[in-house]
Structure formats: structure tokens, C-alpha cells
């Protein structure tokens, strides 16, 4: 997003003081001018191929015996009509090929079952259990074939067949964005009609400034930077994670300006340190901080320790130095030192199946960390980010209700490059297999569609809640409802309810 700089603004701005006589036509030319200059952010988005498509949703057989009948009967019946003879019961073409039904293109079908309807006798449509088995029970193959469309062609997946989900049920699913409170129905930030920001704070602001009688700046001043989306790509496992891959990483977060995190030894072994890349640090290799003091506003400690904290704010002090913790037993102590350590960006590292401390899933844990921060006065003073547990754009605004400011791709980005995940999916020692002879510009296109058609969702649901920017929608529980608790609201008078809100 660029408008004019502040010498340009004032130089527009003596031309309309020093000259009140301008003609009309005159005046309309400078805004004219002006107004040419701003340039509202944009992902340009490009339908990009697929280099290994997925496995057909459906196995379409057809009876050859049962065909040949059907054309024989058809053709005494209807002779001289070749229309209806040679007519495909259809309108997707999986009987359109050379030779008919006898060699049907499941890749086509959608499931309709119009075909079985009319022909049940000798035509059976069937799930593949080969994209039935892709991914798990969280990661499924209906998330995975949402995000390699989004991917392909970086727009909102829309089918005409309405919400196909769950209403209700764990995880995510427990949660439903609000709706009935829509200020501006008009609003569409996709469409360009009014502007939606989707810009997030990294970083920490004062409570307050102070200044001297002179009006100079006397306390400490916000320390961050922005981002134009609301996440980030994270590192990748160990066992996937690469140098061509830490290269994607950092080229698509500059294409859409944010941030890559990737582990310190591999920037430092390809030279990837830029703006957009945030090297995590181990706490065994504090010395290395000292290298990403050009270009770098950003670091992450790979686990929490003040005495290494203070010793990387002291070597780097114009580095933003964020931590990483995980959400196991104990997490609530050491976020309480880092609050007092004056940790500016706190970053979360969740089971991908999100769950942590104690078995709860992570919507309970980011609202407990998010309460404990307002409750000690200091949220405005910490970023809060999350990996893990993240894998559907429809997860994205239920997270930043519960409280993030952002969160932390890896999943995603990786099923975008079409790699097949095999292993423990819900920890980080998983495998994957990424299609042969993968170019470096096809995967960050990829990448960068589906970052446009996440943004896009994000649009979407903030235009319907009225919410004119997402740094509104951290911790706005009231835009939320749980569907547990409207169950207890509903049924708590019955006999033998038994509820699961609080």
C-alpha cells in the first residue's frame, strides 16, 4: 500500500493554500493527480497448473453388458433420432470420450448421481478410497482438495451448493462467527468497493507516551513493524524442511509482504537474511544472533530462558526479539516471566491437531493466554502468534477472536505445493513427497494464490461482520458463538441434559 510521502503532501498542500483562486478544473486536476498515486495493496493471483493432480473423488463403473443393451434397445426405439441415440446421460462429461460409457472419465464426475438414477442397473458411483485415505482426521481430504483448489487458482472456492460442513461437533467446528451484528451490509472489500485493512502490528506498544516541555519523546516508543496480512509461513519439520524450500519460504513472503520464519543455520548457509525472513535462534547457539544485524527486524528464541533473552536483546537491540513456546504443562509461568521481561512478540507452538496443556484444545488455551494478558494490562505490549492446529481459511478469523494477532501457516503451504504428508500428522515428525521436478516459481506462485484466496475469505467475513480492519477482530469474543454454550442456553431446563459449556 503506498500513498504520498510527507513532501509530496505538503507541496500538494501549498499549492491549495497559497492559491484559493484556483479554477475548479484546476483543483480537479491535482486530486486527480493525488488520488492516482495511491495504490491500494494487491496479490496478484495466477491460476497455476497442478504437477500431480489428486486422486479422483469418485470410481465410476459401468456395467459394458448393461450398456450395449441400453444402445441396441435405444437404437430400434428411437431410429432415425441419432440425437437421442448417441445422447450422454452427463452434463459433466464422464461418458463424453471416444467410445461412451464404455470407458468412462471419473476425473469428471462431481457426484451427482444422475447417471445411477436413470441407469441403476448397470452404472455405480463410488468415493475413491485412495483420496479418502489422504491426510487424517483432522488434515482430511476434503480440507486438502479446498486448499489445492485455492492454490491452483487463488480464488474463493465457491460450488453453488451452500455450507456443506458441520454444524457443530470438536475443534473449530464448536465455534460459528456472528453474523446478525452487520453495520455496513455495502461494505465488500474484494471487490474494491470500500476499503477492509488486513494489516497486523508485529511487535510492542507503550501503554502510554510521556514527553518533555519542548514536546520531544521522552519514554520509549512503539517498537514493531507491519505486515499486510494476518499470518505468517513457518519453518517447515526438520525431516521436509530444505534449502530450496527455505528459499520459497522467503521469496513468497516478500511477494506478499510478511514473514517467513526458518531455522538460523539454514539463512545463514543460503544468505536468506532480509526483512521478511525471522531466523529462529536455539538456545545453544545464542552467538549466531549477532550475524542477522542487516536487514533483520525480527528473531525468534526457540524456547524461553531470561538469561539467553537478555543476553540477544543486549547484542541485537534494533532486532525485535520474539520467543517461541510450546503449549505444554507449565506454559502459564513462563508467560508470566516473560511479561515481566517485556517479551514483545510471544509465540505459541501447538500440536497440529491443537491439542495442549492438559488435552484442551488450543481455541481454550489462546483465550486463557489472551485473558492473562489483558487481566496484567500489558496485551497491547505483546504480539501474539500460533502454529499448528491452523489448516482451513474458515480457522483464520476464530483464531485472532480467541486472541491471536496472527498465526503461523506450515501445513497449508506445504499441501499447496501438492506434497503428500505421510506420518504423524498431529506432531512435527511427519514426512512428505513433493511432485518430481517442482520448479522454485511454480511452488511460490502456489503460494502466494493461496495467500490471496485466504485473504479474500478474511474479507469476506469481516465485510459481514462490519469490521473495517482485523486488528479490530483480536479477542472480539462477542462476535462469536460456541456452540456448546447455546446448547446449555437451549436445553439446561430438560431432564437428563447433560451440557459441555461453561
Known amino acids: 500500500m503506498q500513498l ?6 505538503k ?3 501549498q499549492k491549495l493554500d497559497s492559491n484559493s483562486k484556483l479554477t475548479m478544473e484546476e483543483f480537479a486536476k491535482i486530486s486527480r493527480e493525488r488520488a492516482d498515486s495511491y495504490h491500494r495493496y494487491h496479490i496478484e493471483a495466477l491460476e497455476t497448473r497442478d504437477y500431480q493432480a489428486l486422486p479422483n473423488r469418485f470410481i465410476v463403473k459401468v456395467g459394458k453388458i448393461g450398456l450395449a443393451k441400453l444402445i441396441i434397445s435405444e437404437t430400434f426405439t428411437y431410429w432415425g433420432k441419432w440425437d437421442v441415440v448417441f445422447s450422454r446421460p452427463c452434463t459433466y462429461g464422464v461418458f463424453s470420450g471416444p467410445v461412451g460409457g464404455f470407458s468412462p472419465r471419473p476425473e469428471k464426475c462431481v457426484g451427482c448421481l444422475r447417471c445411477t438414477v436413470q441407469h441403476p442397473d448397470f452404472v455405480t458411483v463410488e468415493h475413491n478410497p485412495k483420496r479418502k485415505a489422504m491426510g487424517d482426521n483432522y488434515l482430511n481430504s476434503k480440507i486438502i482438495s479446498t486448499i489445492d483448489e485455492e492454490a491452483r487458482k487463488g480464488t474463493v472456492p465457491v460450488r453453488g451448493q451452500g455450507y456443506r460442513g458441520r454444524f457443530g461437533g470438536p475443534g473449530w467446528d464448536g465455534m460459528f462467527t456472528d453474523m446478525s451484528e452487520i453495520v455496513r451490509p455495502s461494505r465488500d472489500g474484494i471487490h474494491g468497493r ?3 485493512s488486513t494489516i497486523v502490528d508485529i511487535g510492542s506498544k507503550p501503554l502510554s507516551l510521556k514527553f518533555d516541555n519542548d514536546g520531544n ?3 520509549e516508543g512503539p517498537r514493531m513493524f507491519t505486515i499486510q496480512v494476518p499470518f505468517i509461513y513457518d519453518a517447515p519439520p526438520n525431516e521436509i ?4 524450500l527455505a528459499k520459497i519460504w522467503k521469496k513468497s513472503a516478500e511477494n506478499v509482504d510478511t514473514l517467513a520464519i526458518l531455522p538460523s543455520e539454514i539463512v545463514l548457509a543460503n544468505n536468506l537474511a532480509s526483512p521478511s525472513v525471522v531466523p529462529i535462534i536455539p538456545l545453544n547457539s545464542l552467538d549466531c544472533a549477532k550475524s542477522f544485524k542487516s536487514g533483520t527486524r525480527m528473531v525468534e528464541l526457540d524456547g524461553w530462558d531470561s538469561k539467553s533473552y537478555d543476553r540477544v536483546v543486549s547484542d541485537c537491540p534494533d532486532i525485535i526479539v520474539g520467543v517461541r513456546l510450546e503449549f505444554a504443562q507449565g506454559w502459564q509461568q513462563k508467560l508470566d516471566e516473560m511479561m515481566l521481561s517485556n517479551v514483545p512478540v510471544i509465540h505459541f507452538v501447538a500440536d497440529n491437531h491443537g491439542i495442549g496443556d492438559g488435552g484442551r484444545f488450543i481455541m481454550d488455551l489462546l483465550l486463557e493466554a489472551h485473558q492473562k494478558l489483558l487481566d496484567a494490562g ?3 505490549k505483546v504480539t501474539l502468534l500460533n502454529t499448528g492446529v491452523i489448516v482451513a ?5 476464530k483464531a485472532i477472536i480467541c486472541g491471536l494477532d496472527a498465526v503461523g501457516l506450515n501445513q497449508p503451504l506445504l499441501i499447496a505445493m501438492q506434497a503428500r504428508l505421510n506420518g504423524d500428522l498431529s506432531s512435527n515428525d511427519y514426512g512428505a513427497k513433493f511432485p518430481r521436478k517442482y520448479t522454485e516459481d511454480w511452488a511460490i506462485q502456489r503460494i502466494v494464490n493461496l495467500t490471496c484466496s485466504w485473504r479474500d475469505q478474511m474479507l469476506e467475513i469481516l465485510g459481514a461482520m462490519g469490521v473495517r480492519e482485523v486488528r479490530r477482530l483480536r479477542g472480539e469474543i462477542g462476535r462469536a458463538m460456541w456452540c456448546s454454550h447455546l446448547e446449555d442456553e437451549a436445553f439446561s431446563d430438560i431432564d437428563g441434559y447433560v451440557g459441555g459449556g461453561k
Open 4 to 9: 504520498l510521502n510527507k513532501s509530496e503532501e
Open 11 to 13: 507541496e500538494e498542500g
Open 194 to 196: 470500500e476499503l477492509i
Open 217 to 219: 519523546l521522552i519514554s
Open 241 to 244: 524442511i530444505s534449502n530450496k
Open 378 to 380: 500489558f496485551r497491547d
Open 393 to 397: 481459511a474458515d480457522h483464520l478469523p
